[in-house]
C-alpha cells in the first residue's frame, strides 16, 4: 500500500518550524493529501507556503479522505508534540493511519498513543528512534567516492534543499550521485539515512562514518550537514558528523538577511568568511577539506535583491554562488565536478 | 553501609583501560578492598599499577572479605563486558555486591544479570545512564564563577586527574573550588557529575550546561574535558561539552612520549601548538577563552626526562607546565588565579 501523508502543522506555518511540512510537500507532493491547520482550513498549500500548488489544507482528518499515514509536520526545539495535537493524532490512530514522526520525543514511548494504536493496528514511526552503537574506525573509505558536505552558520537554513538539489543536478548531469540524509525530513524524503542528532554522543562520529561507508558505491556523495559548528546547542552534532564523513569538499549555505542565530538572538551570526575558515580548520585536522561553494537562501527577498547579493557574495568569497530554488544547482555542481578532475576521484 | 569496592581488572592492567580502576585506587584508596586480576593474583597494587601500597590484587571474589561493591575498572572502546567475566560478575551478584559500571553497555539491560539481582538483591549501578533531554539555552551564567575547562590532544592523557588536582590545589589555597565530572571515573569519585559522552547527541551542549548551573555556586569550577577535538571518534562529545560549559580558560593535557592517537596510529597526533591554536579558534566563536597552562603525564619517564621536557614546553608554549603528580599543580593553580584576577571574577 502505498503512502498517502496527511501533514500535520497545526498553528506552526513560519518555514522554520514547518520546515518537515514543507519539504515533504517539496519533494513528495504525489504522496501528499492534505495539510492540517484548524486556522487556516480551506487554503491551498500555495497560499500557506508558497508551494505545493492546489493541495488542501483542511481543518479535521475527516476531511483528508484517501490519506493513510498521518506525518508529524514539525521541528520545534527540543521535540516536544504540542498538547492540542493530541486529539488529533489520536483520530488519525483510530482510523488506523500510520503516524510518522521526527521529534525528539518519541510516539511509541506516549502510553495512550501505544494503547490505541495497539487496538487499531497502526503503526508508531518514530523516524529518529535508532540503536547506533559503535565508534568510528577510520578506515575503509573508497578513494573513488567523491564526499561533499552541506555546512553552515546555523540551523534552519535550508542544507537539506541544497544537498538534493546538488544531487538533482549530478543526476542531471549523468553523474551517480546519492543524497545521504541525517535529519527526520530527508530520511523521510529519501527513505534511507540516520537519525544523527538522536545518536549518543559517543557514537556520532561512527554513525557518520556508516553512512559513508553504507553510500560510497557511488560516485559522488552529498551529507546533509546539521546545526552549526557555532551553534550554542548543536554545534557537537555539527562536528561529529563532519569528523564521521570526513569531506572532500564544503558547500556552505546561509539565509539571506539573518543576523542572529534563530531563536538565540543575543548571538550575532559569524560571517561567511568567519564560517568557512572555521570549517575548514576544524574538518582539515582529519582530512583536506575545503569549501568550493556558496549556497544563499534568498527565500524571503526578491530576486533582484538575491541577485545582487550573489554578486557580492562571489567578489567577497571569490567562489560559485547560487540560490539553488531560484538559479538552479547547476553553478555548484560545476563546482563539485572541477573538486573531483582536480582530486582525480 | 559504606561502600567497600573489589576493582575488576582482570587482563587488563595497562594504564590506558584500566584507567578506572587505578584513578578509584589514586583517589578513593579507603575504599578499596582488593583488584581481581586472576592472571596477577598474589600482587600488591603498588607492583601491579605503580599505587595502592599494599592493597591485594586477588584471584576471586571469593579473596575479598568485607567487600561488599563489585566495581567495573576497565573502559575499554565501544564499552561492552568482556565475557570471561561474566562469572565473575554473577558470582558477585549472587554474593549479594551492588555492581558499578561505566560501560556503555548497562547491565540492566543484562537478562541474565537483571535476574541474578532480582534474585539476591543486588543493586545493578549503570553510572552512564542518563535521561538528559535539554537543549543548551546560554542564559543564566554566573559572572562571578570562573570556569576552567581540561582539553586535550587525545584521550586517555589524564584530564581528569589534572582537574582533580587543580582543583585540590585550589582548595589547599582557600577557594571554594569543585572538581565537576563528565566521566564514569570522575562521577565515581566525586559523587556526582554527568555522563557526558553518553548523552543523546541533541542533548550534550546542554546537559554541559546544566554542569555549570548546577556548581557555579563555587568561585571556581574545573570540569572536566572529554576525548579531544583531534578525535576522529570522540570529537562531537568533546565540542558539545565545550560549547556547552564555556570556559574562561583551558588547561591542555598530553602525555610524555605519545606520537599517535591511542588505538588508531595512522593518526599522528596535533603538537601542542596546533591544538592550542584550534581550542582557542572553536571555544571562541561562542566565549572568549585561551589556554592558560600545559599539564603534562610524564608516568612513562624518569624524572630527569620529564623536568627536561618541562623546561623545552614552558620554552616553546610560554606557559606554566608540571606533572601534577610529579611537581605538584602549584603553577596551574597560580594561572588558575591568575585569570580569575584578570577577568575580575
Known amino acids: 500500500m502505498s503512502r498517502r501523508l496527511l501533514i500535520l502543522t497545526d498553528g506552526y506555518h513560519d518555514s522554520h518550524t ?3 511540512a514543507i519539504n515533504a510537500i517539496r519533494y513528495k507532493p504525489e504522496e501528499v493529501v492534505a495539510v492540517l491547520d484548524r486556522s487556516q482550513s480551506g487554503k491551498t498549500c500555495q497560499e500557506l507556503f508558497g508551494l505545493g500548488g492546489g493541495i488542501p489544507v483542511v481543518g479535521s482528518v475527516a476531511e483528508a479522505p484517501g490519506a493513510n499515514t498521518l506525518l508529524i509536520g514539525i521541528a520545534p526545539p527540543g521535540g516536544k508534540i504540542p498538547p492540542p495535537w493530541r486529539p488529533i493524532v489520536l483520530e488519525a490512530i483510530a482510523r488506523a493511519y500510520d503516524v510518522v514522526s521526527g521529534l525528539h520525543d518519541f510516539l511509541c514511548d506516549d502510553p ?3 494503547a490505541a494504536a495497539r487496538q487499531s493496528g497502526s503503526r508508531l514511526v518514530d523516524v529518529r528512534k535508532n540503536d547506533e552503537h559503535d565508534v568510528a574506525q577510520c578506515e575503509g573509505f573508497r578513494e573513488g567516492c ?4 552541506t555546512v553552515a552558520n546555523d540551523c534552519s537554513v535550508g542544507k537539506m534543499v541544497v544537498s ?3 544531487v538533482q543536478g549530478l543526476k542531471r548531469r549523468g553523474i551517480d550521485a546519492k543524497f545521504v540524509a541525517t535529519g ?5 524524503i529519501e527513505g534511507d539515512g540516520c537519525p544523527i542528532d538522536r545518536v549518543i554522543g559517543d557514537f556520532v ?3 557518520a562514518e556508516k553512512l559513508v561507508l553504507a553510500n560510497q558505491h557511488h560516485e559522488v556523495i552529498v551529507v546533509e550537514g546539521q546545526g552549526s559548528l557555532c551553534h550554542p546547542r548543536y554545534s557537537g552534532v555539527t562536528l561529529g558528523l563532519l569528523h564521521g564523513c570526513r569531506p572532500d569538499g564544503l558547500i556552505l549555505v546561509y539565509e539571506m538577511g539573518r543576523t542572529t542565530i534563530h531563536g538565540m538572538e543575543q548571538f550575532p551570526l559569524a560571517s561567511l568568511e568567519t564560517t568557512r575558515d572555521l570549517y575548514e580548520h576544524v574538518a582539515g585536522v582529519l582530512h583536506p577539506c575545503r569549501v568550493i561553494g556558496v549556497a544563499i537562501n534568498g ?7 538575491v541577485a545582487a547579493e550573489r ?3 562571489r567578489q567577497r568569497m571569490g567562489l560559485p554562488v547560487c540560490d539553488v530554488l531560484r538559479h538552479g544547482p547547476d553553478e555548484l555542481v560545476d563546482a563539485v565536478l572541477e573538486l573531483r578532475r582536480q582530486l582525480k576521484k
Chains 1, 2 share one sequence.
Open 112 to 114: 495512550e498513543f501505544a
Open 311 to 313: 554578486d557580492r557574495v
Open 146 to 149: 567523491l564526499r561533499i558536505h
Open 18 to 20: 514547518a520546515k518537515t
Open 205 to 207: 562520529n561512527g554513525a
Open 299 to 305: 527565500g524571503r527577498f526578491p530576486d533582484a535583491e
Open 164 to 166: 538534493v538539489e546538488v
Open 184 to 188: 527526520q525530513t530527508g530520511i523521510l
